[in-house]
């Protein structure tokens, strides 16, 4: 996943980093206490695809509706939205710590309401207060965590933030397969997340507030207390007089470009370096999300049904390969960012995506082709009153297939002896789904039985080993990079905004898409838009790698151009360039 800022750091800051929390251990349990936050922010994204599953079995109107199901997923993403906008007015007013303890309350109210609610609509609540909460952590958690670390080993202590957000969609998928078999499944998969939460709220509790922040609010012995905590004694005086020079600096910034959000995005946009920083940091995040992860993310299980797993226990295991393979890569694009760059780890990062979801379309259109045909016999089996409505008014009856029963909002009742032979379209619903499960048969209503189904998990695997390491967490690098000092703030929030808003494009459209495009359809949508992104990229991003900001600035300002469309004087120019 995907949103919220990931910093990085090289080996050696990670080994200065280990070095430095063993003698001063007050630093990583200020660093994993707000870090709660990112596992918070990936068990939500997470448990929602597994939960999913038993939600749709619980209420009919769900499994029904395709966008009852994208609601209940995309509403904690619109949430998230207004969240982080709502956060970053707490976090300026009231501090850091009095915004991570708010949002683990409105986190934890979500968590009981999806948990104890009688209808859809209840959850769809319940979804967005936990948006709000995720949105609050998502931005509050890094800056607790940067501003409370000493500089030295900064990049690795919020580099534990995005290693728990991805940590907690593998911890999500961990415990939806742990309430497959519990009595209310889905309720213990959603309530659940309200534990972290209130751990996270009782340790925050005993922790300070933002050493930064109360400096600007003029508090600075209790600012001081807190820095004699962090640094070593003779270290302290000149952190303060740093964090002097910084606040300061930073207030003079808002003095020339104003205090007003209006007046702060107007001049961002009039200004020529920050207007060419934002088409870099904006077209990055929103490639992040146009090329399909958080379909991935939000609906795995589903889509392994569609590859032709009906089960919901094994949908879920399947499941624990993507969300394994994404925290892995968060831990590979730490090793090589810094030593490959960040635009060469997005293209050749696009690149793998955009060729495993070609070749995925393929596979799930191949399998869509070859899907078992429907038996009129297995379908008399289960009586007239069982079979699925325009099935039994269709002219061309004899040429159905198991596709063709999904797309008539009916379900596939595998044959007795093997799934891939012709079987039963028969009416979708709870009843007549014991029926045919009463048989030892396999009831069939996302996707069909298919020789192809391993193959495609495999190739999801891929997708998520080209995408984790270079576009899951590099655009975040990119926009802490690429904005001078005075419009980052403002900057980054209409980058995050574009984030989280194409995120909600993204998981609101995918069930209607493979509705409409069937899944091979709507893979092979998400590669040619990831094209364009690319396209994108390789014009607009240029290589920030070992550039001062200085330097960052002065680049935009000459305009960027990549390797191929330079001329032999522009060339001379960039020491530092990947093609």
Known sequence: MVEGGIATADKTEFTECWRTVWKTPYIMRLALSAGIGGLLFGYDTGVISGALLYIRDDFEDVDRKTWLQETIVSMAVAGAIVGAAFGGYINDRWGRRVAILGADVVFFFGAVVMAVAPKPWVIVIGRIFVGLGVGMASMTAPLYISEASPARIRGALVSTNGLLITGGQFLSYLINLGFTKAPGTWRWMLGVAGVPAVVQFVLMLS?????????????????????????????????????????????????????????????????????????????????????????????????????????????????????????????????????????????????????????????????????????????????????????????????????????????????????????????STKAIRGDCRAEKRVFFEKGCPSRFGFLAVILLGLYIISYSPGMGTVPWIVNSEIYPLRYRGVCGGIAAVSNWCSNLIVSESYLSLTEALGAGGTFFLFAGISTISLTFIYFLVPETKGLQFEEVEKLLEDGYKPRLFRGKKEKSKYQVESA
């Not at 920083?277 to 992040?288: H, K, R």
Request: glycine share 6%.
């Open 207 to 427: 922790l300070p507030e933002s050493p930064r922040w109360l400096y600007r609010k003029d508090r600075v012995d209790e600012a001081r207390a807190i820095l004699e905590k962090i640094y070593p004694a003779h270290e302290v005086e000149h952190e303060l007089n740093a964090l002097k020079s910084s606040v300061e600096a930073e207030k003079a910034d808002e003095a020339a470009i104003g205090e007003g959000m209006i007046t702060k995005v107007t001049g961002a946009f009039k200004n020529k370096v920050v207007r060419r920083g934002l088409y870099a940091g904006i077209t990055v995040q929103v490639a992040q999300q146009f090329v399909g992860i958080n379909t991935v993310m939000y609906y795995a299980p589903t889509i392994v049904q569609f590859a032709g797993f009906a089960s919901n226990s094994v949908a879920l295991t399947l499941s624990l390969i993507t969300s394994g393979l994404n925290a892995v890569g968060s831990i590979v694009s730490m090793c090589f960012v810094d030593r490959y760059g960040r635009r060469r780890l997005m293209i050749i990062s696009m690149i793998g995506i955009i060729s495993f979801l070609v070749i995925l379309s393929v596979v799930f259109i191949e399998a869509s082709d070859h899907a078992p045909k429907v038996s009129g016999i297995e379908t008399a089996h289960f009586g007239t009153n069982s079979t699925c409505p325009r099935f039994l008014t269709a002219s061309d009856a004899s040429r159905w297939s198991c596709m063709t029963c999904l797309k008539a909002d009916c379900g596939f009742c595998a044959n007795a002896v093997s799934e891939i032979h012709p079987g039963a379209c028969l009416d």
